[in-house]
């Protein structure tokens, strides 16, 4: 909702105030179809090849879960919490051998089944059964998966990041088209010399535009999308920081209750729910 408020409002106030000061909008309206498919053409046409199928997939999923809003909020990490509470809190007492039917199959486990959300994310749920399985497995000590976790959550974070490197890449490029449109508007107007003054002045403007409609497609509606994007992916990272940092702490030996705590620290402030908040919402899951 807020992308499109503020798409319109951006794209409102650059158009609005051009018809309050007495722009022509027909020469606008006449010039706009041209330019953007030069324009959108050429840079959809780079964009292709400069990304392969991969991210291209990426980047379109990135784009529609931009519109939908981010998932990661207070309720969603209060019940992941809750779920790393309640499976530390069943290997303390009965063993770590106890949640082994859990981790391997996950979607049978009434433990994990008490989350649906976080159930049906699959990357979420093979990061932190796998390292539970390690944990059950006994072959590692906390360091060594740390070092292993710090390692998958660089490589899931550059993956993330690489539609935001896209899309900035082509927000730097459309100026770039826009010129190259106006460039085609002034060749054409020049094969026009001998035209009166007044069509001659229409063909410029209709140049122009080429140039005012690709730094407006580059500020106004891609940067602004990679910069939404790249804020979806930080708040998706701290998933994985979260499952980490209490699954080290139960490791070292913390109880359930102060693990999560190591958990709850590294989130945003935004979405950090309070000690007693927290407390009371893994006894409500019980």
């Given at each position: 909702m807020f992308v499109l408020i503020g798409y319109a409002i951006a794209f409102g106030c650059v158009f609005g105030v051009y018809i309050l000061h007495g722009g022509n909008v027909v020469v606008l309206a006449g010039a706009l179809p041209f330019e953007m498919a030069t324009i959108g053409g050429s840079a959809f046409g780079a964009f292709l090849v400069s990304n392969p199928p991969k991210v291209l997939k990426a980047t379109m999923a990135a784009v529609l879960h931009a519109f939908k809003g981010a998932r990661q909020n207070k309720a969603r990490f209060m019940d992941l919490l809750a779920l790393l509470y309640d499976i530390l809190q069943k290997a303390r007492k009965e063993g770590l051998m106890s949640i082994?039917?859990?981790?391997?199959?996950?979607?049978?486990?009434?433990?994990?089944q008490k989350y649906p959300n976080l159930l049906a994310d699959h990357h979420l749920m093979d990061f932190m059964t796998d390292y539970l399985r390690?944990?059950?497995?006994?072959?590692?000590n906390s360091h060594?998966?740390?070092?292993?976790m710090d390692n998958e959550i660089d490589a899931h974070h550059q993956e993330a990041h690489r539609p935001v490197a896209a899309l900035q890449r082509l927000a730097g490029a459309l100026p770039a088209f826009g010129i190259v449109a106006a460039v085609l508007g002034v060749v054409n107007t020049m094969g026009s010399v001998g035209q009166p003054p007044s069509v001659l002045g229409g063909m410029i403007a209709s140049a122009l535009v080429g140039t005012f409609l690709g730094i407006l497609l580059s500020?106004?509606?891609?940067e602004p999308m990679a910069s939404l994007v790249e804020h979806n992916v930080q708040d998706a990272s701290k998933e994985f920081d979260c499952i980490k940092c209490t699954l080290i702490a139960s490791m070292q030996g913390y109880n359930p209750p102060t693990a999560i705590e190591f958990g709850r620290k590294v989130l945003f402030s935004t979405e950090r729910p309070g000690f007693l908040e927290l407390e009371s919402h893994v006894k409500g899951k019980k």
């Open positions: 082994e039917g859990d981790v391997e199959e996950p979607q049978n486990s009434p433990l994990f390690m944990m059950v497995s006994g072959n590692l060594e998966i740390e070092s292993l500020y106004a509606l891609v």
